[in-house]
């Protein structure tokens, strides 16, 4: 009796043979990404980039040891997905983007949740080795020059020996730029969020000590949310995420002031 035999019989013995997925349709390509569905903004391309992703990761986690960083990632690739607000139909998130050699690109949903899924790649594992291992990894249809832009403008990688009020100084002029491209400010943006969003958790959770984790004092870490929500608000662009940042902003505010006892 060979496996496969064995196999098949225990689905029919099991019943599981009934509740067989149907079979997705093969990609589909329009234009230069492949597509499930003509309507459907993601391809393989995202899938690879998860995967890139988790591998990348796989042996960090968040500032409470507990949480792998891949659920940072996701957090951030879904918030951008939530707040983007891009109408049914359109093909664009962004038109007429300069790259760094002058080339104008558009930019894809698809793109923007691919520079999120990578954003803290170079800047916590490898910095330019990094850079080399996604070029490697990802042709330039999976990884085009349109993401290695936006993972540049939200990543903090060849800062780090400025001292904390020029990393933030630097940080808030990037935001506050009119030429930095509005999808760069989703994607930094839904970052802050996730990031504000795992210290309300982990304040109700740890009180005071919580700080300790920092190597700024609370008062900078307050201070310095108070200016990202600030340098958003001017920016006039995604209202809905800006709103939801300054909710959990204030959040925080509310329950330092008070404390937690534990």
Same mark, same amino acid.
Not at 113 to 128: C, P, R, S, Y
Not at 191 to 201: G, S, V
């Given at each position: @009796?060979?496996?496969?035999?064995?196999?098949?019989? #225990?689905?029919?013995?099991?019943?599981?043979?009934?509740?067989?997925?149907?079979?997705?349709?093969? +990609?589909? =390509? !329009?234009?230069?990404?492949?597509?499930?569905?003509?309507?459907? !903004?993601?391809?393989?391309?995202?899938?690879? +980039?998860?995967?890139?992703?988790?591998?990348?990761? %796989?042996?960090?986690?968040?500032?409470?040891?507990?949480?792998?960083?891949?659920?940072?990632?996701? *957090?951030?690739?879904?918030?951008?997905?939530?707040?983007?607000?891009?109408?049914?139909?359109?093909?664009?998130?962004?038109? *007429?983007?300069?790259?760094?050699? *002058?080339?104008?690109?558009?930019? #894809?949903?698809?793109?923007?949740?691919? +520079?999120? $899924?990578?954003?803290?790649?170079?800047? &916590?594992?490898?910095? &330019?080795? @990094?850079?080399?291992?996604?070029?490697?990894?990802?042709?330039?249809? &999976? !990884?085009?020059?349109?993401?290695?832009?936006?993972?540049?403008?939200?990543?903090?990688?060849?800062?780090?020996?400025?001292?904390?009020?020029?990393?933030? %100084?630097?940080?808030?002029?990037?935001?506050?730029?009119? $030429?930095?491209?509005?999808?760069?400010?989703?994607?930094?943006?839904?970052?802050?969020?996730?990031?504000? %969003? &795992?210290?309300?958790?982990?304040?109700?959770?740890?009180?005071? +000590?919580?700080?300790?984790?920092?190597?700024?004092?609370?008062?900078?870490?307050?201070?310095?949310? =108070?200016?990202?929500?600030?340098?958003?608000?001017?920016?006039?662009?995604?209202?809905?995420?800006?709103?939801?940042?300054? =909710?959990?902003?204030?959040?925080?505010?509310? @329950?330092?002031?008070?404390?937690?006892?534990?």
């Amino acid at each position: @009796m060979n496996i496969r035999y064995q196999l098949e019989k #225990t689905f029919r013995l099991s019943g599981a043979a009934q509740a067989r997925p149907t079979r997705r349709p093969q +990609a589909v =390509r !329009f234009g230069t990404t492949m597509s499930l569905a003509q309507d459907s !903004f993601y391809s393989s391309r995202l899938g690879h +980039a998860m995967a890139f992703a988790a591998k990348a990761h %796989r042996d960090q986690f968040r500032k409470d040891s507990a949480t792998p960083y891949l659920a940072h990632l996701m *957090g951030v690739a879904s918030s951008v997905m939530k707040f983007v607000n891009m109408p049914k139909g359109q093909k664009y998130l962004e038109e *007429g983007v300069v790259l760094p050699n *002058g080339d104008k690109v558009n930019i #894809t949903l698809e793109d923007a949740v691919i +520079a999120a $899924l990578l954003h803290d790649a170079i800047e &916590d594992q490898g910095g &330019d080795g @990094m850079k080399r291992k996604i070029r490697a990894k990802f042709d330039e249809a &999976d !990884f085009p020059p349109v993401v290695a832009m936006l993972v540049d403008y939200c990543t903090t990688y060849g800062q780090e020996n400025l001292g904390y009020n020029e990393y933030k %100084r630097k940080y808030l002029e990037r935001i506050a730029d009119p $030429l930095t491209p509005k999808t760069a400010l989703l994607i930094s943006g839904s970052d802050k969020l996730d990031n504000m %969003r &795992d210290m309300a958790r982990e304040y109700r959770e740890e009180g005071e +000590a919580f700080w300790n984790k920092f190597k700024v004092t609370k008062e900078q870490k307050l201070e310095y949310n =108070r200016d990202i929500v600030r340098i958003f608000k001017a920016s006039g662009k995604y209202p809905k995420l800006v709103a939801e940042i300054e =909710r959990v902003q204030k959040e925080i505010e509310e @329950m330092t002031s008070k404390g937690i006892k534990l």
